[in-house]
Structure formats: structure tokens, C-alpha cells
């Protein structure tokens, strides 16, 4: 499958996936997007990343934050009420507590005014999205101490703030990305677990998704159709953000122009440049992917061109660079195909009841024209 062929089952495929998730993830009893934040570094590195190419999609990130500060603002509130009740009887007493809770609520309350404010799309800024959650714990925590005070949260909370008990603690909070009405925000630029559908619920989205879709259409519904143009200018943003920005690139369906572009940035960004033909591919296992993704030294960048390439090949390509994210390293590789071709039979991972699959944080590209 080449060009336009290509293009069309990957739309497709994509649809058929979006589709078993519309169904699955509204039905299981365990929505992971109301248990709190997946987010680390490495994840916002990419947030950041595709904001920084995409306007409309910094647009979309700011507004949807701008009501999740609305969200937490509600939230606040109901701290607020808790706070002046216990200090109306006779929490005064427990100073240290209440000076405690006092400058748990202003943390609070900063983070909403940033949230809404114009932030810099800048890393170090952005990573106050990552405390959140400390600050929300820290303020429970800290009303846990007063006889009544989670008990007072959760009866003020009603329908006008978030917060319910699961037991006798606190539930987690949706994650700071997720919106009720329109759900993830982050579109693309989701966190890694989450792309790699990491799932333990019930019915399971995985299992649901390997009902539906065969091994090769899995692949192709974690592909991205992109111009060429695109994927040149996100690889040239990564190097001039940082090495730490750096992420592999595959392109299936590239012409031999296409692979030269690619070469060409790369070179342009001072590294030394080495492209690798092969042409009787077999499959290589993770390990020894691996081994040679290590072997690229700093200032060096390594293009593989395949004539074609099957979903079995990728799949073990992507565990390597699973392992390799793993440990937040960041070598300078591309791997391009000209053709994709159908799997001889799938993956034995595919099939293993395993909790996530490790393609759908790559970077991996269908070229259309
Ligand atoms: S990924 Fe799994 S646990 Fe998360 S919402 Fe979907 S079905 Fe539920
Ligand atoms: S980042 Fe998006 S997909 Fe992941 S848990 Fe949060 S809302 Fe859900």
C-alpha cells in the first residue's frame, strides 16, 4: 500500500478506533480521565511541542483550561466555606493548621489566576500544570486534621463542586485535562499511557479494540496523515527547542525526495547525517533495535529506508522506542518506508492481553502528498 491507498486506510482505521473508544470509554466503570493527571515531563515536552506548531491547537489548549479553571475556582470556593466554618468554631485555636490551610488556599488560588492568565508557551512555565495536584492533596490533607472537615467539603460540595468520597477518603479529581462535554483537550498531545491506551477497566478498551480492528489496521489507526511540510518543521522546532525534544520519526509512503528532505534538516541542525538502506528487511527484534538506536552518538542522526515495511516490523520497532523513551533518551532516527505491507500474522503482544500497546505515542507519519 503506497500515496493515496495509504492515506484513505489510515482515515479509516482511524475511525473505526475513534469509534470503539466513543463506545467503551463512556461505558466502563473506571473512567481513567476522571483519575487525576497522567501527566510528567516528558509528556508536557510534547504538549508544549505541538502547541508551540499548531495556533489553532494552543487556542484550543488555553480555552479548555480557561474553564478548568472554573472548575477548580468552584472547587475553591467550597474550601473557602470549609475553612471559614472551622475557623468560626474555635479552629483559631489550631494556628499551625489553620496558617497551614491558609497558604494551601492561596497556592489554590494562584494556580487558578495562572491558569487563566496568557502563560508564557515556554516549559518551565508550563510546568506548574504538573503541581496541581500536590496543591489540591496538600489542602485535603490538611482539612482531614479538623474533626468534620471532609465530611463539610463534601456536603457543601452538592452539585455546585467536585468533591465526593469514595470510602472514607476524597475521590481524585478528573484530570486537569478533561473536560465533561468534550473530554480530552490535548487531542494528538495526549500523555503516553494514554495514547498507548493503557487500560485496566472494564469492558476493556483494548480487548474491545482487537474485536474490531485486525493487527494491520490497529497500526494504521496510530498513524497520522501529514504533509511532508509538517513533519520537516516539527523536526526542525525539536532541534531548536533541544535535544531533550527530540523525538524518532517514521514515515511510511516517503518518496526518495522526501527521505532527502529529512536528511537535509537534520544535517542543517549540525548532525552528521548516516542513511541506511535496507533491503531485504527482516524482522529485527526490540532488543537489537535498541542496541542500535543507543549506538547513535550525540551529534549524530541515523535515517533507515526501508522499500517496505509491515506492521510486525513496527510494532517491535516501537517497543524499542518505548524502552528508549523509557529512559527519556532521545536519539536522532527517522525511519522511512516507501510502502506498507500486510502483516504475514500479527504480533504476538497483540494478542497477549497486555494493558497497553506502544505505538500510539510515536511519531508515525503516513506522507500525503
Ligand atoms: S481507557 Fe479503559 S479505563 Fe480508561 S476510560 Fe477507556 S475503557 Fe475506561
Ligand atoms: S490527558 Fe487526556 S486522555 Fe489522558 S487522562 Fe487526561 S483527559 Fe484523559
Request: with cysteine.
Amino acid at each position: 500500500m503506497t500515496g493515496q491507498e495509504l492515506v484513505e486506510q489510515v482515515r479509516e482505521a482511524r475511525e473505526r478506533r475513534q469509534a470503539v473508544i466513543d463506545a467503551v470509554c463512556g461505558a466502563c466503570e473506571n473512567k481513567c480521565c476522571k483519575q487525576m493527571t497522567m501527566m510528567g515531563t516528558q509528556d508536557l515536552r510534547r504538549l508544549v511541542k505541538v502547541m508551540m506548531l499548531d495556533p489553532a491547537f494552543e487556542q484550543q489548549v488555553r480555552d479548555g483550561l480557561r474553564r478548568v479553571a472554573d472548575n477548580l475556582e468552584a472547587d475553591l470556593r467550597v474550601v473557602r466555606e470549609v475553612a471559614d466554618l472551622i475557623a468560626a468554631s474555635g479552629g483559631s485555636s489550631l494556628g499551625g493548621e489553620m496558617a497551614e490551610l491558609a497558604r494551601n488556599i492561596d497556592e489554590w488560588a494562584d494556580f487558578v489566576q495562572w491558569l487563566r492568565g496568557d502563560f508564557p508557551l515556554d516549559l518551565d512555565e508550563m510546568r506548574r500544570l504538573l503541581f496541581f495536584s500536590a496543591i489540591r492533596s496538600n489542602t485535603i490533607n490538611c482539612l482531614a486534621r479538623f474533626r468534620g472537615g471532609l465530611g463539610a467539603l463534601v456536603n457543601l460540595s452538592a452539585d455546585k463542586a467536585s468533591f465526593q468520597f469514595r470510602g472514607k477518603r476524597i475521590a481524585p479529581p478528573a484530570c486537569l485535562f478533561y473536560l465533561d462535554d468534550v473530554g480530552c483537550i490535548c487531542n494528538e498531545a495526549k500523555p503516553a499511557k494514554c495514547a498507548n491506551f493503557f487500560c485496566a477497566g472494564v469492558p476493556n478498551l483494548l480487548e474491545e479494540l482487537r474485536k474490531t480492528l485486525s493487527f494491520d489496521e490497529f497500526v494504521l489507526a496510530n498513524c497520522t496523515a501529514s504533509s511532508i511540510d509538517r513533519i520537516l518543521e516539527m523536526m526542525r522546532l525539536e532541534r531548536r527547542l533541544g535535544t531533550l525534544f527530540v523525538e524518532p520519526k517514521i514515515l511510511l509512503g516517503a518518496s526518495a525526495d522526501q527521505i532527502d528532505m529529512v536528511a537535509s534538516v537534520m544535517g542543517r541542525a549540525g548532525e552528521r547525517v548516516r542513511v541506511r538502506h535496507v533491503q531485504r528487511p527482516g524482522l529485527r527484534s526490540a532488543a537489537e533495535v535498541e542496541q542500535e538506536l543507543v549506538g547513535i552518538a550525540d551529534g549524530a542522526g541515523l535515517i533507515e529506508v526501508f522499500p517496505g515495511i509491515n506492521g510486525n516490523t513496527l510494532y517491535e520497532l516501537a517497543l524499542a522506542l518505548d524502552r528508549i523513551r523509557l529512559r527519556d533518551e532521545h536519539p536522532s532516527f527517522a525511519l522511512a518506508a516507501v510502502e506498507v505491507l500486510p502483516t504475514p500474522m500479527a504480533h504476538p503482544l497483540w494478542d497477549d492481553r497486555m494493558m497497553a500497546q506502544p505505538l500510539g505515542v510515536l511519531d508515525l507519519f503516513v506522507v500525503h502528498q
